[in-house]
């Protein structure tokens, strides 16, 4: 009976010890998910200078392999029409103390960021992404095209030889838009409303090959009957109505 008092006594005065040791000192908080959404979609904004409600979709985040380091990918409409196509961006986020250190954006406003946009999201759009450590790049890519080259890529028609004693048949011929040459290139600058799209062809009809930010400067190349005018910066970009334009 004695032995069993002793071993009661004993077990609740270790329990009473334990209750005197200090507390354990917590992990700090790593940076939020929150946080770092709300930093990439400033830059979006800032990117496509958007004012006002923002049409975003797909929004995920994902901490990558380098500390304070969250990768925000996602889709954005930068018109807001329903008709438009939403564009895909990856950003890079760095956060110390949950405030933005830094903040990276690709955004695919033309072919060439597209195709980088599709690299990032192959690197970072998962948990533990981004290069290992001790690496540049998380693997060895060939260099992506430009715009430039993909339009020359278009332009060019495969030549065939027939054979000996063949006619060849005609080549095929589409419509080219008539195109009034400018007496000199002029300087304007796009509306400050909303992003702009610039299609492939004049008359409302042709393809959207880019999408410019608000209050972007641009060159006119050429005219074309109902208002449409060709722009571009060192190049033609492509088409656009008179009526997107501040003049």
Do not use: W
């Given at each position: 009976m004695h032995r069993l008092v002793a071993l009661v006594l004993t077990v609740i005065g270790v329990g009473l010890a334990a209750c005197g040791d200090p507390p354990k000192e917590t992990p700090s908080p790593e940076p939020t998910l929150a946080s770092a959404r709300q930093a990439a979609e400033a830059q979006v904004r800032a990117r496509l200078r958007m004012v006002g409600e923002m049409q975003m979709r797909a929004v995920q985040a994902w901490r990558q392999q380098v500390p304070n380091t969250i990768a925000v990918c996602g889709q954005v409409n930068p018109t807001g029409e329903a008709t438009d196509p939403f564009i895909p961006f990856v950003a890079l986020v760095t956060l110390r103390e949950d405030k933005t250190e830094r903040a990276d954006l690709v955004i695919g406003m033309s072919n060439s960021e597209?195709?980088?946009?599709?690299?990032?999201?192959?690197?970072?759009?998962?948990?533990?992404?981004?290069?290992?450590?001790?690496?540049?790049?998380a693997r060895v890519l060939p260099p992506l095209p430009l715009d430039a080259a993909l339009a020359q890529q278009r332009g060019a028609l495969p030549t065939t030889t027939p054979p000996s004693g063949v006619a060849s048949p005609p080549a095929p011929t589409s419509p080219k838009p008539a195109t009034l040459p400018l007496a000199g290139e002029r300087v304007v600058t796009t509306t400050a409303a909303h992003p702009v799209n610039i299609r492939s062809q004049p008359g409302g009809g042709g393809t959207v090959v880019r999408i410019i930010p608000r209050a972007s400067t641009v060159r006119i190349f050429g005219e074309a009957p109902g208002g449409w005018l060709q722009v571009g910066e060192d190049q033609p970009f492509g088409w656009v109505h008179g009526s997107m334009l501040d003049r």
């Open positions: 597209a195709g980088r946009v599709f690299v990032e999201m192959l690197d970072r759009c998962f948990e533990g992404g981004g290069p290992p450590s001790g690496r540049p790049q």
